[in-house]
């Protein structure tokens, strides 16, 4: 168990729908990034928020966007869903906003039918 | 652009060999490599991670090595046991927070 809890663990939905995957940093971490991975593209950073503050953003598309609550969960709401939204995505936590101490979570298998 | 890539798609080695996993990155001014392990269903696990004053850096059978002059990353893997199985990942990171990772190798161990 890496601390970062990720739920849920799988989502099946259709196109057009909206979710949203939640994340849970490990304790003491102030920052959360979100991760897309889909066959052909790997792992692709989509945004960090630190300590409630958006901090960088990645590839993200418009339909896709997220927010960091003051118990410092994340949420990462996916709209208007698309087949080629389907992927992994993860949610990794660090202490500071650097690349130092990450910690990735199991992540959530999203399944665009 | 941005890229940090992987030789091979997929390495297979016997039980109890040396396993070396390359990465060439794209970016000269990168500081900070780390090696990730990723196993089926599961999130990416760190292994190890190096700075680019150094140019190797060693933990519990596994040793990174960074040639910041070709821009090439290695991950050596000592006496490969079937728990090593899986797809390993070399990323890029430093202060910004972001990671910049390769495409993955598939590491196969043959008992």
């Known amino acids: 168990d890496s601390g970062v809890t990720q739920t849920p663990k799988h989502l099946i939905t259709a196109t057009g729908q909206r979710v949203t995957l939640r994340c849970s940093p490990r304790s003491g971490d102030l920052s959360v990034y979100w991760y897309q991975q889909s066959l052909d593209q790997g792992l692709q950073f989509l945004i960090q928020?630190?300590?409630?503050?958006?901090?960088a953003k990645g590839n993200i598309l418009e339909r896709f966007s997220a927010q960091q609550f003051p118990d410092l969960h994340s949420e990462l709401n996916l709209s208007s869903l698309e087949l080629g939204d389907s992927a992994l995505y993860f949610c990794?936590?660090?202490?500071?906003?650097?690349?130092?101490?990450?910690?990735f979570g199991s992540g959530t298998r999203l399944t665009v039918v | 652009g941005e890229s940090v890539g992987l030789h091979l798609p997929t390495l297979s080695v016997q039980e109890g060999d040396n396993s070396i996993i390359n990465c060439a990155y794209s970016?000269?001014?990168?500081?900070?490599f780390i090696w990730y392990k990723q196993e089926s269903g599961k999130g990416p696990q760190f292994i190890i991670d190096i700075r680019s004053n150094m140019d190797k850096r060693q933990g519990q059978r596994v040793t990174v090595l960074l040639n910041k002059t070709v821009k090439h990353l290695s991950l050596q893997i000592a006496a490969t046991q079937p728990g090593d199985s899986a797809v390993y990942f070399c990323?890029?990171?430093?202060?910004?927070?972001?990671?910049?990772f390769g495409q993955g190798t598939t590491l196969q161990v043959k008992p």
């Open positions: 990323a890029e990171g430093g202060n910004t927070g972001k990671l910049i």
């Open positions: 928020y630190y300590n409630g503050e958006e901090r």
């Open positions: 990794a936590s660090s202490v500071v906003g650097s690349t130092d101490g990450y910690t």
């Open positions: 970016n000269s001014a990168s500081d900070y």
